[in-house]
């Protein structure tokens, strides 16, 4: 995998969660909280100024209570 194509996912990936994020009506606060991570973090990772570790993605997967591997799956699909 080209170093484009995993900003490319990373960056679908993001979008991913702030959209589930945004669809079950969470804050910043309330999913930092549900996943065990800083505020801030959550917000960096929204404004795409960082980028997450595999273990904050997973946290942040469980806490939209979402299957990381598919929507990884889904969005390189696409």
Known sequence: MKNRDAKK???????????IRKEKELSHD?????AGINRSTVSLLASKKRIPTILTCLKIADALEISLADLLKSISDN
């Not at 960056?11 to 959209?19: A, I, Y």
């Not at 309330?30 to 549900?34: D, F, Q, R």
């Open 30 to 34: 309330k999913l930092a909280n549900l």
């Open 9 to 19: 996912i990373t960056s679908k990936l993001l979008d991913e969660f702030e959209k």
